[in-house]
């Protein structure tokens, strides 16, 4: 909003040019971000008591220490992030605009289902068949809007890491594919909140990957240089990105173990949607799936539990997501978090690294 209401004075005042740079934008945004969020959550915390409703078959040591404990800090999350982005970014890029709506779509949902189990005292909330339409809904949507942005020469091109050059054209199957990699990245990150902390840290570094590859597709020298997708007005995404990476700083502040607040699906479905619809913008779906590693590692436990259960009814694990299994097996919670975090910044840097292996 800034540099869209001082541009016409841009070519007059020459201090005010560095607004003209993503960068300097980049860096504004996260720190805005951060400090709205990290001053509004005492107040958060203090005046509105929304506990967290504790599931009965989780952890012992979860119903002992997180009862009570307020839900719905996403709120701050997405609120902090979107407001940032709207003040550093270019309120007329429009991919900024799909984006931003998507992540207030699915921060809605996770916020409505958050509502429900604290009105009713359970962990059931609005139901899986009710949760997973809307999702495919708003995610179909987005992507389909998307693709309609797309000067011709890349609209309905799917793209792969490690292969220079190489896409799929006019693929007939590209938005559902685009659909269900929003979606999945929404529940994925959904089951990995579980402990405190956990899905913080992976959701910044994925963030932080996502934002990186942003700015190389949206400038065309960056992008040649590494034979990746040139996407035009991309870039401004990176506003995004480090908005959303200084709201869950200010957050990771108070959810630190023993955390003060959760996120709630309120932050966990919108965080995971925007990861998804940033990775569509840019076409580096599959990169997501690596950068994204532990989040799909979490998704694909649960997948394998309920799998092998009804095959054999029996359990593969001691309890999914697989973070539950590890406490089942004793290890201390700051354990699981510390070492899921070491695990989601190996992905990152693979994920990385698949900019210049091509």
């Not at 504004?28 to 008591?49: G, V």
């Not at 007939?172 to 913080?200: K, R």
């Not at 990105?241 to 502040?253: E, P, R, V």
């Not at 539990?305 to 700051?334: C, D």
């Amino acid at each position: 909003m800034f540099y869209n209401f001082i541009f016409p004075a841009l070519n007059f005042i020459s201090g005010l040019n560095i607004l003209r740079y993503i960068t300097f934008r980049t860096m504004c945004a996260l720190l805005t971000s951060l400090l709205i969020s990290f001053f509004l959550y005492p107040y958060f915390i203090r005046r509105f008591k929304f506990p967290q409703p504790i599931r009965n078959d989780g952890p012992q040591s979860h119903l002992e220490t997180k009862q009570g404990t307020p839900t719905m800090g996403g709120a701050i999350i997405v609120a902090s992030s979107i407001i940032s982005s709207i003040l550093w970014g270019d309120i007329t890029n429009k991919y900024m605009i799909l984006l931003l709506l998507l992540t207030f779509s699915y921060a809605f949902l996770g916020f409505t289902d958050d509502f429900l189990k604290i009105k009713h005292k359970n962990s059931r909330g609005i139901s899986g068949k009710k949760k997973f339409i809307y999702q495919l809904v708003i995610a179909f949507i987005f992507s389909y809007l998307v693709e309609r942005l797309r000067t011709p020469n890349i609209a309905g091109h799917l793209t792969f890491p490690f292969f220079k050059n190489f896409a799929l054209v006019n693929t007939p199957f590209l938005l559902i594919f685009t659909t269900f990699v929003i979606v999945g990245s929404s529940n994925a990150v959904n089951l990995t909140d579980g402990l405190d902390g956990l899905a913080t840290f992976p959701s910044m570094m994925t963030t932080t990957c996502l934002g990186i590859i942003t700015y190389l597709v949206g400038h065309a020298l960056f992008a040649n240089y590494l034979h990746i997708i040139h996407i035009p007005y991309s870039g401004e995404i990176c506003i995004f990105c480090s908005a959303l990476i200084g709201s869950c700083l200010g957050f990771l502040w108070y959810n630190a173990p023993p955390a003060q607040i959760f996120m709630g699906d309120t932050g966990s479905l919108a965080i995971g949607g925007a990861l998804g619809g940033i990775s569509v913008i840019v076409k580096h779906e599959f990169v997501l799936a690596i950068i994204g590693g532990l989040f799909v590692m979490e998704a694909m436990s649960v997948m394998i539990q309920v799998v092998y259960f009804r095959l054999t009814g029996k359990r593969m694990f001691l309890m999914a997501p697989i973070h539950h299994h590890f406490e089942k097996k004793g290890w201390n919670e700051s354990t699981v978090v510390i070492r899921f975090w070491i695990i989601s910044l190996v992905f990152a840097l693979i994920g990385l690294a698949t900019l210049k292996i091509r």
